[in-house]
């Protein structure tokens, strides 16, 4: 990687035929440097990532872009910008292991998101996080959304409603830059997340791949 991001920072002393503007404009290769803002997790404050792959969560109504991110240091983590009625923000997202969620969460508390009826509540850390998770979790969270359909779509073909079938639960905290993610696929696998929504200005620079 570090050979591709020499190459891409040459490329903006000459001619770039391509101008990436925003995150939306993101392909396979590109890198971006991120600022060194307190906001940001700390493994990703002042830190180049570059573009590994791309994917598209379809639910019913909407779509969103996700980008699979790869930092210098090796750190995967994936990025998808959100247009929420016109304010636009940074949805980052880190996946974690089976274990860190049993030390992280209590176990009784984390299936309530699984349940039927209820929805879980105050959903508290009951550790603190290692250090490759600080700035990825708040202290307290309330599930919003229970057993939403979707289909994941890699490589984005366009979404028509088939795909990689699966179970979306979320949960929030309190001011919203925080949340949970679980995904049940259809062979039972299940996948957390954690989740930082950040403005878009905590991207420094866009670095489009050399050719």
């Known amino acids: 990687m570090f050979r591709k991001l020499v190459k891409a920072f040459s490329s903006k002393e000459k001619d770039v035929v391509r101008n990436i503007s925003s995150a939306s404009d993101l392909l396979i290769g590109d890198i971006i440097t991120f600022k060194p803002r307190s906001e940001l997790p700390k493994s990703l404050q002042g830190v180049d990532a570059e573009v590994m792959g791309l994917g598209c969560y379809e639910y019913r109504d909407e779509q969103e872009r996700e980008f699979t991110m790869k930092t210098i240091d090796g750190d995967v983590f994936f990025l998808a910008l959100i247009d929420d009625d016109g304010e636009r923000y940074l949805s980052l997202s880190k996946k974690i292991l089976a274990n860190n969620v049993s030390k992280l969460f209590d176990e009784h508390d984390f299936s309530e998101i699984f349940d039927e009826v209820v929805f879980a509540k105050s959903l508290r850390l009951q550790s603190d ?45 309190g001011n919203d830059d925080y949340g949970l993610q679980i995904e049940i696929w259809q062979d039972g696998e299940t996948d957390v997340f954690v989740n930082c929504n950040c403005a878009e200005d905590v991207i420094q620079d866009f670095w489009p791949a050399s050719k």
């Open 129 to 173: 996080p290692s250090e490759k998770l600080m700035g990825w979790l708040d202290d307290d969270y309330n599930q919003t959304v229970k057993a939403k359909q979707g289909f994941y779509h890699p490589n984005l073909p366009k979404p028509s409603g088939t795909g990689q079938e699966f179970l979306s639960h979320y949960c929030e905290a």
